[in-house]
């Protein structure tokens, strides 16, 4: 089993920054990729970015270049760096672990919401 804590969320002017962070607990070592997602008011849930075991990193068009992923592997989190923001951006931003065995099901936490406003 693996938890998913995520925390930055928060209420920010357009063009300005937040940081989002997932902390990671339990069989960490399950884990093959680590995603972003988002979902405003009335959408589908959307991916953001993707970071794998290895390193490489993956963007939605409409965040390539404001946003970035990255991990601190010493303390079993993921971040989400998000610049430039705009009002589209806001939503509720929800982690993603996703597991090297297709046998077991993708884990979720629990989501934080960004609100891009002025």
């Known amino acids: 089993q693996v938890q998913l804590v995520e925390s930055g969320g928060g209420l920010v002017q357009p063009g300005g920054s937040l940081r989002l962070s997932c902390a990671a607990s339990?069989?960490?070592?399950?884990?093959?990729?680590m995603l972003w997602h988002r979902q405003a008011p009335g959408k589908q849930r959307e991916w953001v970015a993707t970071i794998n075991r290895g390193g490489s990193t993956n963007y939605a068009d409409s965040v390539k270049g404001r946003f970035t992923i990255s991990r601190d592997n010493a303390k079993n989190t993921v971040y989400l760096q998000m610049n430039s923001l705009k009002p589209e951006d806001s939503a509720v931003y929800y982690c993603?672990?996703?597991?090297?065995?297709?046998?077991?099901?993708?884990?979720w936490g629990q989501g934080t919401q960004v609100t891009v406003s002025s």
């Open positions: 993603n672990a996703v597991p090297f065995s297709t046998l077991i099901d993708d884990y």
């Open positions: 339990g069989t960490i070592f399950s884990i093959n990729a």
